[in-house]
C-alpha cells in the first residue's frame, strides 16, 4: 500500500502565494506520473498540473503562467507552487500518483486525502 500525504494549503487573499507538498510513502518501486487536480463545490474534479518522472509538465489552461508543479524524485514528494491566486482557486487540491510496486511495469493510481485551499478577502 501506497500513503500520499499532503499539507500546505489554507486560507490566502487574492494575489497571495502557497506551495502544496504531497509526499509518498509505502510500497514504491518508482513512480511514473504525479500530479494535482482540485474539486470546488458543486464540480467536478479536474487537472491542475502533472509532472513526468523526467520532468515534463502540463497544465491547465486556467492556471498557466501562475501554477508550477515540481518533484524530488529521492523524496517521492510533488510540489505545486501557487502564485497570483485568484478566488476561483478555491478548491480542495488533491494529490496523484501512478506507483509501480516492483519490476513488472503496471502502475496503481492513488489519491492524497485532499487539502483546502482558501482564496478570500
Known amino acids: 500500500q501506497v500513503q500520499l500525504v499532503e499539507s500546505g494549503g489554507g486560507l490566502v487573499q487574492p494575489g497571495g502565494s502557497l506551495r502544496l507538498s504531497c509526499a509518498a510513502s509505502?510500497?514504491?518501486?518508482?513512480?511514473?506520473?504525479m500530479g494535482w487536480y482540485r474539486q470546488a463545490p458543486g464540480k467536478q474534479r479536474e487537472l491542475v498540473a502533472a509532472?513526468?518522472?523526467?520532468?515534463?509538465?502540463n497544465y491547465a489552461d486556467s492556471v498557466k503562467g501562475r501554477f508550477a508543479i515540481s518533484r524530488d524524485n529521492a523524496k517521492n514528494t510533488v510540489y505545486l507552487q501557487m502564485n497570483s491566486l485568484k478566488p476561483e482557486d478555491t478548491a480542495v487540491y488533491y494529490c496523484?500518483?501512478?506507483?509501480?510496486?516492483?519490476?513488472?511495469?503496471?502502475?496503481?493510481?492513488?489519491w492524497g486525502q485532499g487539502t483546502q485551499v482558501t482564496v478570500s478577502s
Open positions: 509505502g510500497s514504491i518501486f518508482s513512480i511514473n506520473a
Open positions: 496523484n500518483a501512478h506507483v509501480r510496486h516492483g519490476i513488472i511495469v503496471v502502475t496503481t493510481e492513488y
Open positions: 509532472i513526468t518522472s523526467g520532468g515534463s509538465t
